[in-house]
């Protein structure tokens, strides 16, 4: 059962009712006024109710729920907003030209603020825990220490993602600190990778007790993992004022970090408390079944009660009818953004996670039947792919709401835990030293008869430092697409706008059936399976140009001319260099609201 937010009185009503609270989701058992923080953090029971109601900004309408999760990752060398050369601010927060007035984000309810509003939670939390609760390894008060410096990590390390510089606040807010400029990025990311070093000492295993049974509270694997992720991202090139740098804090050096993240990440693949799902359809069949128990491959998702979140709203293969089979989600519920065209076309065809994560259809209008309107399976365009992760046909439960689904974001999983790893021995230890965790990803993404060349032989040739790298930069792109995580590494790596690049000529090449296209057909055959439902498509693979026989029908599979070109171009808009766009800008409502105390740079 879906984890529910319980908040057991809030401390400094003031500081908390401006939050609009979620039917259901949390119930108060006295009112905040009547409960003191000696009282609360004092008290195991009292105390995890105030640490669940940290998670509660995730959930807002505009916060993680509908703003941030939908937009921030898009668009990337994989992945791109489906509408990117539709004009508009939805298309600007992705096409690398959000300007600070953008109407999509611009208000004081927006996931910004949010964010600030978990921090501060958490920010209570913690002090009230450290001063009343004996916080010690071990112990129920320790593990909540744990959860709410690592959810605090989450939200700044969120905003970090997205904006860059941003006021440092790890205290509670008095009158004296209500107005602060930004600090250096280099300092807050300084401070997390403390805070997740001490959270893993406090919080226990996956599964090590009942409260770590779930992926919806923080355990010590995901805490080592995500401590090693921001190891790489602090140490990473990214976009300072001055221009796209790494870090000049010695304490932040690649030596450093990467030394770091090994260790984690050696740390929670020696434990043996995550492992990857033993296919890579199961593991997405159980994400979209809910299933939230700890130690497989999920290590923290961000909770989501049943009529909160748009993660498969957003994100799923399309369904175009209001209700039908799968789901009563509202009309034209997914498909906002899917995988780049030529993205089905660069994995190995044996390659098991393709057909999973790159999905050429949506769900056409429902006709009426009992007891419920079915719909099927329609081929849409060479240009508009879907991501096949998400999908309400693979749900336990039907979605009624019209508005949101429920369905967690799954927030880091063990797979990133070996690339991390194989990204990290390479560079520290070499090539070798990385393979075995390469191996491990590669053995489940293909098929037995196929490992001794696709995994074996693959991995046993790059046997340099610079063919490992691209290697896993490559690596990355297949068993992530569709999951938003891709933005963070090109920035990283370097590579943001060399990438995007690429893919545009890629994109271009799949038009023009050229270079490493040249072989990709430009018809599709296809028929109903027995179900009268589902496709039997004939003409995806490369060289499948021989007409299949009877009983199919056919349908041109190109994309050509003006369109297409505007389409290609939208990537990242005309004009821009993505490289001096890493970031969104601090919407102009906090700007104007700050006291003269916050500004944007990078030419905002």
Not at 241 to 258: F, Q
Request: charged residues 25%; proline residues 4%.
């Amino acid at each position: 059962m879906k984890h529910k937010l319980i908040i057991a009185g809030l401390i400094i009503s003031s500081l908390f009712s401006s939050c609009q609270q979620f039917e259901d989701d949390y119930l108060d058992t006295e009112a905040p006024s009547t409960l003191q923080p000696s009282l609360i953090f004092s008290d195991a029971e009292l105390a995890k109710g105030a640490v669940d109601g940290i998670k509660v900004p995730f959930a807002e309408t505009n916060s993680y729920r509908g703003r941030f999760l939908p937009y921030y990752g898009l668009n990337t060398d994989v992945e791109w907003y489906n509408a990117s050369q539709t004009a508009g601010d939805k298309a600007d927060l992705c096409v690398y030209d959000a300007r600070p007035g953008n109407t999509e984000m611009n208000t004081t309810t927006n996931a910004y603020a949010m964010m600030y509003l978990g921090i501060e939670r958490a920010n209570i939390c913690i002090e009230g825990i450290r001063q009343y609760g004996k916080p010690l390894p071990g112990t129920e008060m320790g593990q909540l220490l744990g959860e709410a410096l690592t959810l605090r990590a989450i939200y700044y390390a969120d905003l970090l993602k997205a904006w860059g510089d941003v006021p440092a606040r790890f205290q509670p807010i008095t009158t004296a600190t209500l107005y602060l400029p930004k600090s250096n990025r280099d300092i807050i990311y300084k401070q997390l990778i403390a805070d997740l070093g001490e959270a893993s000492t406090l919080v226990a295993w996956p599964n090590e007790t009942s409260y770590t049974s779930t992926v919806e509270h923080v355990n010590k694997a995901f805490v080592k993992a995500f401590r090693a992720r921001l190891a790489l991202v602090s140490s990473g090139y990214q976009q300072y004022p001055d221009g796209v740098r790494r870090s000049s804090d010695p304490e932040l050096s690649v030596a450093n970090m990467y030394a770091l993240a090994l260790k984690e990440s050696r740390e929670v693949i020696e434990s043996g408390s995550a492992h990857l799902e033993s296919t890579f359809e199961g593991l997405w069949r159980k994400y979209n079944q809910e299933i939230t128990t700890a130690g497989g491959e999920s290590l923290w998702e961000l909770p989501f009660a049943d009529g909160r979140g748009r993660m498969l709203f957003t994100f799923a293969v399309k369904h175009t009818s209001v209700s039908d089979q799968f789901q009563a989600n509202g009309a034209n519920r997914g498909g906002v953004a899917g995988p780049l065209p030529f993205v089905f076309y660069d994995y190995d065809q044996t390659d098991l996670r393709r057909d999973v994560t790159c999905v050429p259809y949506k769900w056409g209008t429902a006709v009426a039947a009992s007891p419920y309107p079915i719909a099927k399976q329609e081929l849409g365009t060479l240009d508009t792919w879907y991501f096949g992760k998400y999908r309400y046909e693979w749900m336990t439960r039907r979605v009624t709401s019209d508005n949101d689904d429920g369905v967690n974001k799954m927030y880091m999983r063990y797979a990133e835990v070996l690339l991390i790893a194989a990204e990290t021995a390479n560079e520290i230890e070499g090539a070798g030293a990385a393979m075995p965790y390469l191996k491990e990803i590669r053995r489940r993404s293909f098929p037995a008869g196929a490992q001794a060349v696709k995994v074996e032989a693959y991995v046993d040739a790059l046997n340099s430092k610079e063919a490992m790298f691209n290697a896993i930069v490559e690596e990355n792109k297949y068993e992530f697409t569709g999951e938003m995580e891709r933005k963070q590494n090109l920035i990283r790596w370097n590579l943001l706008k060399a990438k995007l690049d690429e893919a545009k000529q890629k994109m271009t090449d799949l038009s023009a059936r050229s270079g490493a296209y040249a072989d990709v057909p430009a018809t599709l055959y296809y028929k109903y399976k027995t179900d009268n439902v589902s496709l039997d498509i004939y003409g995806l693979n490369r060289g499948e140009t021989t007409n299949p026989g009877t009983g199919y029908s056919t349908i041109v599979w190109t994309w050509t001319g003006t369109a297409a070109d505007t389409k290609i171009n939208s990537l990242y808009k005309t004009g821009v260099n993505p490289d001096q766009r890493q970031y969104w800008p601090i919407w102009q409502v906090f700007i104007d609201g700050s006291n003269g105390q916050l500004k944007n740079d990078y030419g905002y």
